[in-house]
């Protein structure tokens, strides 16, 4: 049966049809406005239909902000097309903000109230608060199977709609505009869908203990956009898709002691983080977050606190500190893998991780402010991350840097950063420990890898064209730098290709070509020596020497010293600190001055073989060293000997052939008889 009531009968009349209506009615209302000061009591099996939410209106007349319409035990109900007012009077105004804090939701009243209900159907309603004291929207107490659609909610001092302990309830397509917020309590299934949410005074949604979708919908201008919260000892589990949250004062999308998804928002421009994924109320969050579009956030993009989770595929682009931050908080880790995303232009670093673990691939880390990806010790707390694949170029500061912390660095390209490639120093009294292998750093403004008061190995990098050293490896204050560099190509650097100073380890197969100073130099360091053994390198057309020891200590052996623009290998004193170095096997040819350059020197040079340079052996300045079994042939001068007692050399069992000179020192019966020599070509 279908009856129209008159706004003359007001709400007296509609609840008359109600009473009289049977299961399956339909009770149609004019254009105009119904009022009354009683609360329509709806019951099973029938609907209410308007001429539009602003042609036909409800409001309920008394004094107190009351309920217009009650729900209670019923199912397959309809409301349509019409709008309920709340009367606005002076009185009810709501005084201050504080006061509202005390209002009990449960103790207030909503406009629309549905409790112990199912299939109930809300379209194209508006309902209007006025910004009375103690007045909630819609109230969903203990139902389920929910439907709002099409509604409009605005200017309740209270929640615009409260959900709680329900199951299967839907939004879609609302609009819910200034009021405090929207709160799902305990609930299953909740579905938020195309909704508008703006300018709320707390946070535009928020679940609590509750499980649901939240999908394409826009948050704006409100506190925050959305959080995922525990509560009553109890996780939420959200899955945010396709959002957009732009100008919340704090957050977009926050995840607090929460599980879900969050994956295609779009978080823009908000006072905090575009999404908070952080522990809370002794619950972690596990949060996935992939294919989101996070900018100009004023803090960070994406915010893991004490969490875990994956960042994959996430465009991090101008956020005010961090694209994407990964921090140890409130005594709990995190635990995140950052996998191809895009962080661009942030203030601070692209990603950083803070005392946390996890693993870093296949990202593109670009012209942010500081490092592309710093991974540093956080409150006494260490970071443990591989940082794998990454791309990071043009960045402030450096591509990649460990600071305190521990990982692999593999496969990276390090390009064009403003300082070094990849950075491995200690910080706030905590050494690095970090594998650097088979990364590319080239043309950055300082080195393309610096080990400083650090530990590791790097091995088969490519490190080519940076404004200082391929790999420098540094003391700082009290403590060395154990790092063996092995296998790596180190080109056209500006200064020397591998640099230790006042360190120590093993530097083997290094391929070492066209820097700008030494292939390899190993210097004494603020009173402090390197101790290094250069094992089967090759050092070719460097600008000074292919190898160069500086009071420091260490094994020349196997070595292949080809055209550098001075010495093969030197190895000299250095500020009143000898070097130690012991020289064998090594192949040294065609180096424009000596093959080996030995001032204030300790050490022996044997068994190698020096040919084509201007002195085959170049010995000065008080040196103490031992010369045997070695073959120099087809040099200018076998042997430059200078400035140095010839009692403390030995010179024995070399094999001296087609040299265009022995030696500048007399040749002696002695001599003669210990060596092999010849002047012939």
């Known amino acids: 049966m279908n009856q129209t009531i008159p706004t003359s009968a007001g709400l007296t009349g509609i609840q008359n049809a109600i009473d009289h209506a049977n299961p399956g009615d339909t009770i149609h209302l004019e254009q105009g406005l119904y009022r009354g000061d009683i609360t329509l009591q709806l019951k099973s099996g029938i609907r209410i239909i308007g001429q539009g939410l602003r042609k036909t209106q409800l409001q309920n007349t008394s004094f107190q902000p009351n309920t217009v319409i009650e729900i209670k035990q019923c199912e397959q109900v309809a409301l349509q097309g019409f709008a309920i007012i709340a009367l606005n009077t002076s009185t009810q105004l709501l005084e201050t903000e504080a006061r509202d804090e005390l209002i009990d939701i449960d103790e207030s009243n909503a406009l629309i109230e549905i409790e112990d209900s199912q299939l109930i159907f809300l379209r194209y309603l508006r309902l209007h608060g006025a910004n009375l004291e103690a007045l909630a929207g819609i109230k969903v107490i203990n139902s389920r199977s929910v439907s709002l659609v099409r509604c409009t909610l605005s200017r309740f001092s209270l929640h615009a709609l409260y959900v709680r302990k329900c199951l299967n309830v839907r939004v879609r397509k609302s609009r819910f505009v200034y009021s405090k917020k929207i709160t799902v309590d305990e609930s299953e299934k909740v579905i938020f869908a195309r909704n508008f949410i703006t300018h709320m005074k707390e946070f535009g949604l928020g679940y609590f203990a509750s499980k649901g979708l939240v999908i394409r919908n826009r948050f704006s201008k409100s506190e925050s956009g959305l959080v995922s919260s525990s509560y009553n000892n109890l996780p939420s589990r959200v899955d945010a898709i396709g959002n957009t949250a732009q100008l919340n004062k704090y957050y977009g999308i926050g995840y607090w002691g929460s599980q879900g998804q969050a994956k295609g928002n779009r978080l823009i421009e908000n006072g905090e983080h575009g999404l908070d994924i952080r522990h809370y109320n002794e619950h972690e969050s596990q949060v996935d977050a992939s294919d989101n579009l996070s900018q100009k956030n004023a803090h960070s993009g994406i915010a893991y606190w004490g969490a875990r989770g994956q960042a994959k595929g996430n465009r991090l682009i101008e956020n005010g500190n961090y694209g994407l931050d990964i921090r140890h908080y409130n005594e709990h880790e995190s635990q995140v893998d950052a996998s191809d995303n895009l962080a661009q232009k942030n203030v601070l670093s692209g990603i950083v991780y803070g005392g946390a673990?996890?693993?870093?691939?296949?990202?593109?880390?670009?012209?942010?402010?500081?490092?592309?990806?710093g991974i540093q010790n956080h409150e006494g707390h260490k970071s443990q991350v591989d940082a794998s694949d990454n791309?990071?170029?043009?960045?402030?500061?450096?591509?990649i840097a460990y600071w305190g912390a521990r990982g692999q660095a593999k496969g990276n390209r390090?390009?064009?950063?403003?300082?070094?490639?990849?950075?491995?120093?200690?910080?706030?009294?905590?050494?690095s420990w970090v594998n650097a292998s088979n990364n590319l750093a080239q043309k950055n403004v300082q080195s393309g890898i610096f080990y400083s008061d650090s530990q590791g190995q790097a091995k088969g990098n490519r490190l080519i064209e940076n404004g200082e050293n391929g790999l420098a490896i540094k003391r700082d204050k009290e403590q060395e730098s154990p790092v063996d560099a092995v296998d790596n190509l180190v080109q056209k650097n500006v200064l020397s290709g591998i640099a230790y100073w006042g360190s120590r380890g093993q530097a083997k197969g290094n391929r070492l070509i066209e820097n700008g100073e030494h292939g390899l130099a190993i210097q004494h360091d603020k009173g402090h020596e390197s101790l290094v053994d250069a094992i089967d390198n090759l050092a070719q057309k460097n600008v000074l020497s292919g190898i160069a020891y500086w009071g420091s200590r260490g094994q020349a052996k196997g070595n292949r010293l080809i055209e550098n623009g001075k010495h093969g290998l030197s190895a000299q004193g250095i500020d009143k600190f000898s070097s130690y170095v012991d020289v064998a096997k090594n192949f040294t040819e065609g180096n424009v001055r000596g093959g080996v350059y030995l001032s204030a020197l300790r050490g022996s040079i044997k068994n190698n073989s020096i040919c084509e340079n201007k002195y085959g052996i170049l010995v000065e300045k008080s040196s103490k060293v031992?010369?045997?079994?070695?073959?120099?042939?087809?040099?200018?001068?076998?042997?430059?000997?200078t400035n140095t007692l010839l009692g403390n050399i030995e010179v024995k069992n070399n094999l001296l052939h087609h040299n265009n000179n022995l030696s500048n020192i007399e040749i002696t019966a002695e001599l003669e008889r210990n060596n092999f020599l010849s002047t012939s070509r």
Do not use: P, W, Y
């Open 391 to 399: 791309l990071s170029q043009k960045n402030a500061h450096s591509g």
């Open 414 to 431: 390090l390009i064009e950063n403003s300082m070094v490639g990849l950075t491995i120093q200690k910080h706030e009294g905590h050494e």
């Open 626 to 641: 031992e010369l045997s079994n070695n073959d120099l042939f087809s040099n200018h001068k076998a042997f430059e000997i």
């Open 357 to 373: 673990r996890g693993q870093a691939k296949g990202n593109r880390l670009i012209n942010n402010g500081e490092a592309g990806l």
